[in-house]
C-alpha cells in the first residue's frame, strides 16, 4: 500500500502561486494513477488535475487548466502541483489520491476511482 502526504498549502494574494507536493511512500509511485483533488466548504469534492504511469499523460479540469501544471517524480517519489494566477474560488483542502495500475489504466477524475488519499492541505486565496 502507498501511504500520501501533501504539503504546500496556506495563504496566498489573488494572482498568487503555490506548489503543492505529494510525498509517496510504502510502495513505489510509479505503480500509480496519481491525482488532485479539492473540496471547499459546503461542496462535493472535485477532480482538478491527474497524471497517469506510463506516458506522463494529464488531465486538467477545465477552470484550471492553463494556469495548473501536474508533473510526477517517480524516482523521488513525488508529484507536484504548480498552481499559478490563483484565484479565491481556488480556495479548498486540495488532496492526492493513488490507484494502482491495476485498477485504473488511465487518469479520471471521479474520487471513487482511487483507493488511497492523503490528508490534505488548506490553500486560501484572499487579499
Known amino acids: 500500500q502507498v501511504q500520501l502526504v501533501e504539503s504546500g498549502g496556506g495563504l496566498v494574494q489573488p494572482g498568487g502561486s503555490l506548489r503543492l507536493s505529494c510525498a509517496a511512500s510504502g510502495s513505489p509511485l510509479s505503480s500509480y494513477i496519481i491525482g488532485w483533488f479539492r473540496q471547499a466548504p459546503g461542496k462535493k469534492r472535485e477532480g482538478v488535475s491527474c497524471?497517469?504511469?506510463?506516458?506522463?499523460?494529464?488531465w486538467y479540469a477545465v477552470d484550471v487548466k492553463e494556469r495548473f501544471t501536474i508533473s510526477r517524480d517517480n524516482i523521488k517519489n513525488m508529484v507536484y502541483l504548480q498552481m499559478d494566477s490563483l484565484k479565491p474560488e481556488d480556495t479548498a483542502v486540495y488532496s492526492c489520491?493513488?490507484?494502482?495500475?491495476?485498477?485504473?489504466?488511465?487518469?479520471?477524475?471521479?474520487?471513487?476511482?482511487?483507493?488511497?488519499w492523503g490528508q490534505g492541505t488548506q490553500v486560501t486565496v484572499s487579499s
Open positions: 497524471v497517469s504511469r506510463h506516458d506522463g499523460s494529464t
Open positions: 489520491a493513488a490507484q494502482s495500475v491495476r485498477y485504473l489504466t488511465r487518469c479520471a477524475s471521479d474520487p471513487a476511482s482511487y483507493t488511497f
